[in-house]
């Protein structure tokens, strides 16, 4: 039985390595999960961009370039430092009055312009704070409070990291469901499978060989993921574990619809509504839309992603990364065996 099963994964492999798409497909989310995750973090991290007007050199321009929140640019006009926040070339754009030092020296209130996209979000709000502060600052007044700031919890950059690794986890998982499926189904399209069960009464090792080459596609692409975005070091128990049960989970799920249909025509409308009816309730919940009910957390994939961004985020108890993989590996089992039973109708129906 082992046997069978080793030469139908070797046969696979190649098949794999012969298949430039289906490669792709598996190396595809490993190397756009590097780069996207880089672009998130780097977008995030950047300082708000400002705009500065002002018809004088002022001691104020140095101080907010001494703010290392900010990055500021003059600008000669009011009309050019708006087009630049217009066009999104810079966050925001602060025109100050000509004798603004004077006037603030002499404890007047200048009337200062700021100008701000009104989709700007959280870097306008940003650089607003700093800008309100630089201000004080500026004019000398001693702050209402002294600030004691206290943080909590995990780094905000390890969980926005975890975050976004984890979606693409996820994807790489979801490769490796369709990797499976598909190569079960194209088996009967071309006939092989007929041949391999008329030879074999015992589907099993069939079924294993498939599920060997869908681990270790899914497995290794989630394992390059985590290492390709510095999170090989971080990963602890909790997310091999939950990793490990949402690899069966796919593989046995990707066996089963592997069975269910007689060629890859029929496959594309089934295996859409799989992904609609497991993984986009559990995306629509997660973007608080606010759609969906409590029957949500009962589906498998609400375990996996739930479980897998809480472990790559480092919020995720070892106690309840041990639940959520054995919810999972449960899910895999009654998968297994509804593809056995599956793959045994076939070989009865081409007997």
Do not use: C
């Amino acid at each position: 039985m082992l046997a069978i099963a080793l030469a139908v994964a070797r046969k696979d492999l190649r098949d794999i390595f012969k298949n430039r798409a289906i490669l792709l497909s598996v190396l595809a989310p490993v190397i756009l999960s590097v780069v996207f995750v880089r672009i998130a973090e780097h977008a995030s991290n950047r300082p708000v961009r400002v705009a500065l007007v002002s018809a004088q050199a002022t001691t104020l321009q140095e101080r907010l370039r001494s703010v290392e929140a900010l990055k500021v640019t003059p600008h000669a006009s009011h009309d050019e430092a708006g087009h630049a926040v217009e066009i999104g070339e810079t966050d925001l754009a602060l025109v100050l009055p000509a004798s603004f030092d004077e006037a603030v020296a002499a404890r007047e209130t200048p009337l200062i312009t700021v100008i701000v996209r009104k989709d700007g979000g959280p870097m306008v709000a940003a650089g607003l704070a700093a800008l309100v502060e630089a201000l004080r600052g500026h004019a000398g007044q001693d702050p209402p409070v002294q600030v004691d700031l206290v943080t909590l919890g995990v780094d905000e950059k390890v969980v926005q990291r975890g975050r976004l690794v984890s979606a693409w986890v996820l994807f790489a998982l979801l490769i490796g469901f369709t990797v499976v499926a598909s190569s079960l189904i194209e088996e009967r399209e071309r006939g092989t499978l007929a041949a391999i069960l008329a030879m074999h009464a015992d589907a099993r090792p069939v079924l294993a060989g498939k599920a060997i080459i869908g681990f270790v596609v899914s497995a290794g692409a989630s394992a390059a993921i985590v290492a390709g975005n510095g999170l090989a070091t971080s990963v602890g128990m909790e997310s091999a574990t939950v990793l490990l049960g949402g690899v069966a989970f796919v593989v046995a799920l990707g066996l089963w619809m592997g069975t269910l249909f007689p060629n890859m025509a029929s496959a594309n409308a089934g295996l859409s509504a799989a992904f609609m009816v497991l993984f986009v309730p559990v995306y629509l919940a997660d973007l608080g839309s606010g759609w969906g009910g409590a029957w949500i957390a009962w589906l498998p994939s609400h375990t996996l992603m739930d479980g897998l961004r809480r472990a790559l985020q480092g919020d995720l108890p070892l106690a309840a990364a041990w639940s959520s993989t054995g919810l999972l590996t449960a899910w895999a089992l009654a998968f297994a065996v509804l593809a056995a039973m599956g793959l045994a109708r076939v070989g009865e129906a081409r007997a």
